[in-house]
């Protein structure tokens, strides 16, 4: 397959964070499976979810760098909720090598929300934020693909939260 990743990226449209989604995940890998290498598409298609961070295996360095950071924002949310529970965090902390800006300003903002969608939205902009950071100095290449990604599934997490029937999602909540 030809590597079209300028010819792909050129076409793909901007996101923003807050908006709808322009094409489901699934779409944009049906695009991508056409336009670039098999093993950069596979590359994409499984991207890591927080289940399965630590599973061994080299990572794509934009991967890895993003991984970092989630894992370390995750860990400062952990040490906040602790916190407020009276608990110790350190079971539930994960190894982090982030070395980036601090975390600690977003989260603190997060859990002075009091509601947990406004919290979550305030987390989720702030990963937007650090993708962002990470797309700097790439611009026709697989990180790119993979931070669009990214960025297209927390687009479409916040669709399907938008889209869900609240109903059945308190039901859930009530039943747990």
Same mark, same amino acid.
């Given at each position: 397959?030809?590597?079209?990743? !300028?010819? +792909?990226?050129?076409?793909?449209?901007? +996101?923003? *964070?807050?908006?709808?989604?322009?094409?489901? *995940?699934?779409?944009?890998?049906? @695009?991508?499976?056409?336009?670039?290498?098999?093993?950069?598409?596979?590359? @994409? $298609?499984?991207?890591?979810?927080?289940?399965?961070?630590?599973?061994?295996?080299?990572?794509?360095?934009?991967?890895?760098? %993003?991984?970092?950071?989630d894992v370390a924002l995750r860990?400062?949310?952990?040490?906040?909720?602790?916190?407020?529970?009276?608990?110790?965090?350190?079971?539930?902390?994960?190894?982090? &090598?982030?070395?980036?800006?601090?975390?600690? !300003?977003?989260?603190?903002?997060?859990?002075?929300?009091t509601s947990v969608l406004d919290?979550?939205?305030?987390?989720?902009?702030?990963? %937007?934020?650090?993708?962002?950071?990470?797309?700097?100095?790439?611009?026709?290449?697989?990180? @790119? +693909?993979?931070?669009?990604?990214?960025?297209?599934?927390?687009?479409?997490? %916040?669709?399907?939260? $938008?889209? &869900?029937?609240?109903?059945?999602?308190?039901?859930?909540?009530?039943?747990?």
């Amino acid at each position: 397959m030809a590597d079209f990743y !300028p010819y +792909l990226i050129a076409s793909l449209p901007m +996101l923003h *964070f807050g908006m709808k989604p322009p094409f489901s *995940f699934e779409q944009f890998l049906e @695009v991508c499976c056409q336009l670039i290498p098999e093993k950069d598409y596979q590359l @994409v $298609r499984t991207l890591p979810q927080p289940e399965q961070y630590f599973e061994k295996g080299k990572k794509h360095q934009i991967i890895q760098k %993003w991984i970092e950071f989630d894992v370390a924002l995750r860990n400062e949310l952990v040490r906040i909720r602790a916190t407020k529970k009276h608990t110790e965090p350190a079971m539930y902390l994960r190894p982090d &090598a982030y070395s980036g800006s601090s975390i600690a !300003p977003a989260i603190m903002a997060a859990s002075i929300h009091t509601s947990v969608l406004d919290a979550e939205k305030t987390l989720d902009e702030t990963r %937007w934020k650090a993708l962002e950071e990470l797309a700097t100095g790439h611009y026709f290449d697989l990180a @790119v +693909l993979i931070i669009y990604a990214y960025k297209l599934l927390i687009l479409q997490r %916040w669709e399907n939260i $938008r889209s &869900a029937d609240r109903t059945i999602l308190l039901e859930q909540a009530l039943q747990h």
